[in-house]
T-cell receptor, first 113, second 116 residues
Framework: DSGVTQTPKHLITATGQRVTLRCSPR?????VYWYQQSLDQGLQFLIQ???????AKGNILERFSAQQFPDLHSELNLSSLELGDSALYFC????????????FGPGTRLLVL | AQSVAQPEDQVNVAEGNPLTVKCTYS??????LFWYVQYPNRGLQFLLK??????LVKGSYGFEAEFNKSQTSFHLKKPSALVSDSALYFC??????????????FGTGTRLQVTL
């Protein structure tokens, strides 16, 4: 167990809908990262937050947004969902330094029908 | 831009034999390198990392990796494979020059199959 929790574990929804994925980092970790894992794109970095502020952006679609709250948990919002958004979404956390290890949560499996 | 290549989609090895999972990287400066393992329906588990220092890094579950700067490689090794090592292995790189934006760039993954 990495200490990173993600809810829900599974999510089934329809095209055009909006969902929110939640992540609680390990105790003491200030940085949260979101990654998407799909069969065709592999593991891709989406976005990073550090202590409530956006730090880096990757291949995140405009339909997707995220935030990190004062208690350091993070939410990833996915809107106007398309079939191609079906994937495993991982959250990771680290203390925040560049040498620090990122520890991954169990993921949320999203299926868009 | 940083990148990682895992040239083998799958590696097959018999239990008790040594295993190697290959990884090569491309980054502008000195890289930070990581190995993660993913079991079915599980998240990624950290195995080991290279930041600086000794080129041979030891990690969890008896795994080790050798950093080779001239060959830009970071191959994962284990002297004696177990059936329970069967999983998907990911190599990842972080570019130290990216400052506090410390995203990981992952390879495509290598499936390790260990048989009796």
């Amino acid at each position: 167990d990495s200490g990173v929790t993600q809810t829900p574990k599974h999510l089934i929804t329809a095209t055009g809908q909006r969902v929110t994925l939640r992540c609680s980092p390990r105790s003491g970790d200030l940085s949260v990262y979101w990654y998407q894992q799909s069969l065709d794109q592999g593991l891709q970095f989406l976005i990073q937050y550090y202590n409530g502020e956006e730090r880096a952006k990757g291949n995140i679609l405009e339909r997707f947004s995220a935030q990190q709250f004062p208690d350091l948990h993070s939410e990833l919002n996915l809107s106007s969902l398309e079939l191609g958004d079906s994937a495993l979404y991982f959250c990771a956390s680290s203390v925040g330094g560049i040498q620090e290890t990122q520890y991954f949560g169990p993921g949320t499996r999203l299926l868009v029908l | 831009a940083q990148s990682v290549a895992q040239p083998e989609d799958q590696v097959n090895v018999a239990e008790g034999n040594p295993l190697t999972v290959k990884c090569t990287y491309s980054v502008s400066g000195n890289p930070y390198l990581f190995w993660y393992v993913q079991y079915p329906n599980r998240g990624l588990q950290f195995l080991l990392k290279y930041i600086t220092g000794d080129n041979l890094v030891k990690g969890s579950y008896g795994f080790e990796a050798e950093f080779n700067k001239s060959q830009t490689s970071f191959h994962l090794k284990k002297p004696s494979a177990l059936v329970s090592d069967s999983a998907l292995y990911f190599c990842a790189v972080r570019d130290p020059s990216s400052g506090t934006a410390s995203k990981l760039t992952f390879g495509t993954g290598t499936r390790l199959q260990v048989t009796l």
